[in-house]
């Protein structure tokens, strides 16, 4: 899932391709999530700031928070997805 917000368009129109590389690169598809409209599910997840990446379903896992570099991106997220294994 890839939590934005309307306040913090610039940065998440930046790193939006960024998530979709990586989510393209581990064959999976990117939710986008309006995180003024849907706070509980950023206290689920516990996005504290956008832009914020997360596996739809695992909040166990915790959002990934700030625009990282796409390789760091898809490191973070294949670790996280072999320890949910």
Same mark, same amino acid.
């Given at each position: 899932?890839?939590?934005?917000?309307?306040?913090?368009?610039?940065?998440?129109?930046?790193?939006?391709?960024?998530?979709?590389?990586?989510?393209?690169?581990?064959? *999976?598809?990117?939710?986008?999530?309006?995180? !003024?409209?849907? #706070?509980? @599910?950023?206290?689920?997840? %516990?996005? *504290?700031?956008?832009?914020?990446?997360?596996? !739809?379903?695992? #909040?166990? @896992?915790?959002?990934?928070? %700030?625009?990282?570099?796409?390789?760091?991106?898809?490191?973070?997220?294949?670790?996280? @997805?072999?320890?949910?294994?």
């Amino acid at each position: 899932m890839f939590f934005k917000a309307q306040w913090a368009a610039g940065i998440c129109d930046i790193f939006r391709p960024t998530v979709q590389n990586v989510a393209d690169r581990l064959g *999976m598809r990117v939710r986008e999530v309006e995180a !003024d409209d849907w #706070p509980e @599910l950023c206290g689920e997840y %516990g996005v *504290m700031n956008i832009p914020a990446t997360a596996l !739809d379903g695992r #909040p166990d @896992l915790r959002a990934i928070i %700030g625009a990282l570099e796409e390789s760091k991106l898809f490191e973070v997220l294949m670790e996280r @997805l072999l320890l949910s294994i």
